[in-house]
């Protein structure tokens, strides 16, 4: 499989696939696309030379009249000469001057106005539901409000779980540890403030709402990556877990020092299954499964990640290692942030960029 990362439009999309095709001696190809863009995608595959025959898919996450309405007015467009991509005109396709240009925009904003309002009456009635109740959009998957108001009650509990647990700060860690902040590299320095500010986090309503941006980014990289999990791998995943955690609970409760504290932290167990909704066993365990179909992903992207980062600097190991690793993790997942289509509707969140 090869990639072609670099484009922003069908047609660089186009020029960038040729030159991969033609590094390998390709003639031909097959465009799988929605059928919808199919007639374009084919029409500038063969004006660039390629031999071309096409698949149309026609699923979509996204709502489809629009789209389709899209590319009929870009090959209205095209067709009387002008070489745009898409209605409101993609970067790099054509340069047009004088009154060519005035008689362009007056035709984007007769077709556009039409566009506009359909589209407008179509998401206030015709919306699928999750699309319509969410807080925000992340390359058109939903965040809704339940999912945001569940990831600020779990960090309030993981909080609470913290202080039951006797969890020491970072800046005790370190101080009994014998680390000193005015000593420490800048990779250092910045790994522990990223984990100081992680451990400090509570049911913060911004805080919940980028946590589960950026897990919902990770998610879908690790998708396009191939580290997809089935239901069934997430089931077994859990059972190991859960056989493992009952083995280690039942030798911990020999220790009579210990048997209080694992108490404190039951009962912590106990009121978060309770205000989390979870009215059985079966329905806890099923929540646990679906975290792990989306957690497991990230785990493997992150561990590839790492791997190949270690392999390109085999000279940095040991304490070093793990914090340049880990922040030019935070910065790989920043990048993938900007890259990342976030449409918000709640006028009071935002992407923090750490």
Not at 225 to 239: F, K, L, N, P
């Amino acid at each position: 499989m090869y990639e072609e990362v670099t484009s922003s439009n069908t047609r660089e999309n186009l020029v960038g696939a040729l030159n991969i095709m033609r590094k390998h001696g390709w003639k031909s190809a097959v465009i799988v696309t929605h059928d919808f863009h199919l007639l374009r995608a084919m029409t500038e595959a063969r004006r660039l030379g390629i031999e071309v025959s096409g698949a149309g898919v026609h699923e979509t996450a996204m709502f489809r009249p629009p789209l389709v309405l899209r590319e009929v007015i870009a090959n209205l467009v095209k067709a009387i000469g002008y070489n745009l991509q898409m209605y409101h005109m993609e970067e790099g396709d054509n340069v047009l001057a004088g009154n060519n240009r005035i008689l362009l925009k007056a035709l984007i904003v007769m077709t556009l106005l039409p566009i506009l309002a359909f589209t407008a009456c179509a998401r206030s009635s015709q919306s699928p539901k999750e699309i319509e109740e969410a807080v925000a959009l992340v390359n058109g998957q939903p965040i809704n409000k339940e999912a945001l108001e569940k990831e600020m009650l779990r960090m309030q509990l993981m909080a609470e779980m913290r202080v039951q647990s006797g969890t020491v700060s970072i800046d005790e860690f370190l101080k009994q540890s014998g680390r000193d902040w005015s000593k420490m590299s800048p990779e250092e320095k910045r790994y522990y403030l990223r984990a100081k500010r992680q451990s400090e986090m509570t049911g913060d309503k911004n805080k919940a709402f980028n946590r589960l941006v950026r897990e919902e980014v990770l998610y879908q990289e690790a998708v396009k990556e191939g580290y997809e999990v089935s239901i069934d791998e997430a089931r077994r995943r859990y059972q190991e877990i859960e056989t493992l955690s009952q083995e280690s609970l039942k030798e911990a409760l020999k220790e009579e020092k210990v048997k209080e504290e694992i108490e404190r932290l039951q009962e912590v167990d106990k009121k978060f299954q309770e205000r989390m909704g979870f009215t059985s066993p079966e329905a806890l365990t099923e929540y646990r499964v679906q975290r792990l179909m989306r957690t497991m992903p990230i785990s493997r992207l992150r561990e590839k990640f790492k791997a190949d980062w270690g392999n390109k600097h085999p000279e940095i190991r040991g304490d070093e290692f793990r914090y340049m690793v880990e922040n030019r993790w935070e910065d790989y997942t920043n990048e993938l942030l900007r890259q990342a289509d976030i449409r918000i509707k709640d006028k009071d969140l935002e992407v923090i960029y750490e």
